[in-house]
């Protein structure tokens, strides 16, 4: 029966614990599957003595998930890496590196391993990983390649800019690329790589949650959402400094007959009452397919007052949900200001003729 071992994260390993895992690795009794060492300072030679393991003929082991994050790497750890993905009796379908200073450098010598004939890696987290438009042309061409087998790739939290978007997004044109899901960090003012990555034909869950953005950014990606070749079903913007004004955009999204979002995350952002009506508008459109709207923390309220006689964000959104009761099932309005509105809401769920099966409001 395989064994999955996930309980050594942050239990102040060293190399020499890689020497024992190692042998683990190479016996042909062993049927470990799944392997956390994150938060361990296993260093580069750590791994390079893991590596033997994962090359061994009788290793059955396919997830690092988490595996290797926070373990003290550099680049000459993608060495040891790439040869394990080159290697004919390699398993590793999940590898996750992220937060160790792997650099350009090392995502150039990881690539070569993801471009061979026998790699089977399908998740790669390269989160905080300290890369910059440089990794974004290795990956690129990793994402090319024929031989390439990669669905979900985490690059969030690096500093990639606008021109490292465009190169990437080269290669999710292409037309053997499998990615379907791209989590990914921006530092940039112009923006205008957006279109080209939300019209990326392969994507349908892009996350580019906790990057600046701002309403200028969103007004592109939305150009792009509209394009009839775009795939995307899941957008996740949290966190990225928009206002009410990005609302108007993503409203012209729904209402667009080639849209096929069903998942939105605009949570932690300052939209508003006024916002939040006008993407109520978009949620009306009889096109909208949307299911999963995420808004929590975004400072409205789902109730009028003598104080607020101007907040209209709950009955806009019950209105909403009237003229188009057959799509949206979750509603998070967490961290908002529900008042009564909030247990009105949650009321429209025992409500046969509404889809709507989960709302969440108040600190939850």
């Not at 990606?221 to 394009?227: A, E, P, Q, T, V």
Request: aromatic letters at 2%; hydrophobic letters at 30%.
């Amino acid at each position: 029966m395989p064994f999955v071992l996930s309980r050594l994260s942050g239990c102040n390993l060293s190399k020499r614990s890689c020497e024992a895992l190692s042998s683990v690795l190479r016996s042909h009794s062993c049927s470990l599957t799944h392997l956390d060492l994150s938060n361990n300072d296993l260093k580069d030679s750590g791994v390079k003595i893991l590596s033997d393991g994962l090359k061994s003929p009788g290793c059955r082991l396919d997830t690092l998930r988490s595996g290797l994050s926070g373990c003290n790497l550099s680049d000459r750890s993608c060495e040891a890496l790439s040869s394990v993905l080159r290697s004919q009796s390699c398993s590793l379908t999940h590898l996750d590196l992220s937060n160790n200073d792997l650099k350009d450098s090392g995502v150039k010598i990881l690539s070569d391993g993801l471009k061979s004939p026998g790699c089977r890696l399908d998740t790669l987290r390269l989160s905080g990983c300290n890369l910059s438009d440089r990794s974004c042309e290795a990956l690129s061409s990793v994402l090319r390649s024929q031989s390439c087998s990669l669905t979900h790739l985490d690059l969030s939290n690096n500093d990639l800019k606008d021109s490292g978007v465009k190169i990437l997004s080269d290669g999710l044109k292409s037309p053997g690329c499998r990615l379907d899901t791209l989590r990914s960090g921006f530092n940039t003012e112009h923006n205008t790589s957006f279109q080209c990555l939300s019209a990326s034909c392969s994507l349908t869950h892009l996350d580019l949650s906790n990057n600046d953005l701002k309403d200028s950014g969103v007004k592109i990606l939305s150009d792009g959402l509209k394009s009839p070749g775009c795939r995307l079903d899941t957008l996740r913007l949290s966190g990225c400094n928009l206002s009410d004004r990005s609302c108007e955009a993503l409203s012209s999204v729904l209402t667009s007959q080639s849209c096929s979002l069903t998942h939105l995350d605009l949570s932690n952002n300052d939209l508003k009452d006024s916002g939040v009506k006008i993407l109520s508008d978009g949620l009306k459109s009889p096109g909208c397919r949307l299911d999963t709207l995420r808004s929590g923390g975004c400072l409205f309220l789902l109730v009028k007052s003598h104080a607020f006689p101007d907040s209209e964000g709950c009955s806009s959104l019950v209105s909403a949900l009237q003229s188009n009761p057959s799509h949206l099932r979750l509603l998070d309005l967490s961290y908002n200001h529900p008042g009564a509105s909030g247990q009105e809401l949650c009321a429209l769920v025992e409500d046969p003729h509404w889809r709507l099966d989960t709302v969440r409001y108040g600190l939850s």
